[in-house]
């Protein structure tokens, strides 16, 4: 299975849209990896997930081929992972014809704004609940109740050929309902997890858990390596990062690389 990340930021983008903090200073003089676009991953380059605003610029700046994806799947319904005009951009006026029904699964709050688009026939909609299992058009895939501002959000482990990838966002590490059914499903040591770390280096707000932090990424990997949920071969990628973190990437990794955790960044490509 390869993942692609098309976009690695928290929701503003970094720079940010609006700002001149050093961070955004910083990431914009030094360009590269520092660059980051709103967050959405690509597997095997037909299973799309969310639809990010910055897709369209991921198209452009990765070469990609949007007609080839046969599911969407959106872990929720915040605007930096949900954006229905590019569900409407599968109508025949704006793609040079028809184009094949799109499955997209995602919780009700993301498929009821597209009832309409289901009804001219651009997608097929499923809403999905905690606990459903599907099959698209190559993967198998678990749906897992993520802890975030937005209730009914989702997170996602996406299985294939004996191989699998669990993208966790945007969710906090008390996602306990969600761990219980992993230990309960996952047979073997989960290869890939991809893990939200929106504050960085900076501590969580007391009482808070609607996002990681690098803190947070260190104790689920023990978690996950004390369950049997992943073991040495599983690796675990940071990602979804805001500036107020004001790490940059090169410093990121030498801070997360003692914890053998990397450092997303747009474009990157991982193969497990
Ligand atoms: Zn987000
Ligand atoms: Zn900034
Ligand atoms: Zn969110």
Redesign the pocket.
């Known amino acids: 299975m390869k993942i692609q990340w098309l976009g690695t930021a928290?929701?503003e983008g970094w720079p940010a849209v609006y700002c001149n903090c050093e961070a955004c200073r910083k990431a914009a003089e030094l360009g590269g990896r520092n660059i980051r676009m709103?967050?959405g991953a690509i597997i095997d380059d037909i299973l799309l997930i969310d639809l990010n605003p910055d897709l369209y610029a991921q198209r452009l700046r990765f070469g990609l081929d949007l007609a080839r994806i046969r599911d969407v799947i959106v872990?929720?319904e915040?605007g930096?992972?949900f954006t229905p005009l590019y569900v409407e951009f599968r109508e025949p006026v704006y793609c040079g014809g028809p184009m094949p029904r799109l499955p997209l699964y995602g919780p009700s709050d993301v498929t009821m704004p597209l009832r309409k688009y289901g009804e001219e026939g651009l997608v097929e909609l499923h809403t999905v609940e905690a606990g459903d299992e599907f099959d698209t058009s190559e993967h198998h895939v678990t749906t897992l109740q993520a802890v975030h501002s937005a209730p009914l959000g989702k997170f996602y482990l996406i299985e294939k050929g004996g191989k699998s990838i669990l993208y966790m966002?945007?969710t906090g590490l008390g996602c306990d309902a969600a761990l219980a059914m992993l230990r309960e499903r996952v047979k073997k040591p989960i290869d890939l997890v991809s893990m939200?770390c929106?504050y960085g280096p900076n501590p969580l707000p007391e009482g808070y858990s609607g996002?990681m932090g690098f803190a947070e990424n260190v104790r689920l990997k023990e978690m996950f390596l004390k369950d049997g949920l992943a073991d040495g071969h599983t690796r675990f990628v940071s990602n979804?990062f805001s500036h107020n973190g004001h790490m940059l990437y090169d410093e990121m990794c030498r801070f997360m690389e003692p914890h053998g955790i990397e450092i997303a960044y747009d474009g990157m490509v991982a193969e497990v």
Do not use: E, G, K
Request: glycine share 0%; aromatic share 0%.
């Open positions: 928290a929701s709103r967050a872990t929720h915040h930096d992972h966002h945007d939200d929106t996002h979804h």
